[in-house]
């Protein structure tokens, strides 16, 4: 077992000795959202597992919590990870069927008497929603409602840290980046607040039955090319690009069909104003004012400059 022979390595922080303490399971640790997740759970007087699918994966959870294997194929490894876990913190990568994954987990979790689930899902969630994410996100929103668990629903928008996996290329080689959003104002949030509000969510019963939408802050893509210029030193354009040509680019990818689809329904909306919104969620939970795009290009200047 993955367990025991790391706790022969010797590789186990201390966590799994800290038995008066609540445990928490964070499934999805290894992406974005969950990192963030783990990393906002530092120093919370919690135990903290993160589930991995394999042994390699290690190495991106082994600071922040105790490694267990979950592996969505092999059953019994869900049952097993949430074997003694008080509460469990769930988000799923962009696919067409998340409420299947949510549903298993939401079996474990009352199977294993789990008091609560906090699940990451969307902007917009709705059964019938006008686009696919937002069907997505509401059907599986339904399944955690309909659970009979404790729940906390965390609804975030575009996150900052797209234009670190998917425009930090075109910004660092020619001082542009390219979407088809027109002069629509977004919200663009940063994943740390997410973590942040997730990790309160996790530590404390005041948010049961919640849903909270976590926008960030609204900018057009204009102004966030001029902070990225003021932050980077240099000039950096923001391209409206035709449709056909951010899908024609997505589609060279070989990034599946239905995934493109999605997007471009995304850049859509977002074109159509849609995502023009704010929510002061974030503000009302932390006291604080949501992590600006000019704070986080500042965070992550190395990552847009030329090499």
Do not use: C
């Not at 186990?12 to 928490?24: D, K, R, V």
């Not at 471009?264 to 023009?276: F, N, R, S, V």
């Amino acid at each position: 077992m993955i367990n025991a022979k790391l706790k022969a390595e010797n590789r186990l922080t201390p966590y799994h000795n800290l038995l008066n303490m609540e445990n928490i399971l964070i499934i999805g640790s290894t992406g974005t959202i969950g990192t963030a997740v783990l990393k906002n759970l530092q120093n919370r007087s919690v135990n903290v597992y993160a589930a991995i699918r394999s042994e390699k994966d290690i190495p991106k959870v082994a600071a922040y919590a105790e490694p267990v294997i979950l592996d969505f194929t092999q059953p019994e490894t869900l049952d097993q990870a949430m074997a003694g876990k008080d509460r469990v913190f769930l988000v799923t990568p962009l696919m067409q069927n998340p409420d299947e994954i949510t549903r298993l987990v939401v079996e474990a979790a009352r199977k294993n008497n789990l008091k609560h689930i906090v699940r990451s899902t969307a902007a917009g969630a709705d059964v019938n929603g006008s686009i696919m994410m937002a069907r997505w996100a509401g059907t599986s929103e339904a399944v955690v409602k309909e659970s009979g668990l404790n729940f906390t629903i965390l609804r975030p928008h575009s996150f900052l840290q797209n234009f670190i996996s998917a425009n930090s290329y075109t910004i660092k080689n020619q001082n542009a980046y390219y979407l088809p959003l027109g002069d629509a104002r977004l919200a663009q949030l940063d994943v740390t607040d997410l973590g942040e509000v997730a990790a309160i969510a996790l530590t404390s019963d005041e948010h049961f039955g919640k849903t909270y939408e976590l926008s960030g802050l609204t900018y057009t893509s204009e102004e966030l090319a001029q902070i990225m210029s003021e932050v980077l030193g240099r000039e950096i354009t923001y391209v409206d690009a035709p449709e056909e040509d951010i899908k024609a680019g997505l589609l060279s990818y070989n990034l599946p069909e239905w995934m493109v689809d999605s997007l471009m329904e995304l850049y859509y909306i977002i074109k159509q104003g849609w995502t023009d919104t704010y929510s002061d969620d974030y503000k009302s939970i932390t006291g604080k004012e949501y992590t600006s795009a000019r704070t986080f290009f500042e965070e992550n200047k190395a990552v847009f400059m030329p090499e």
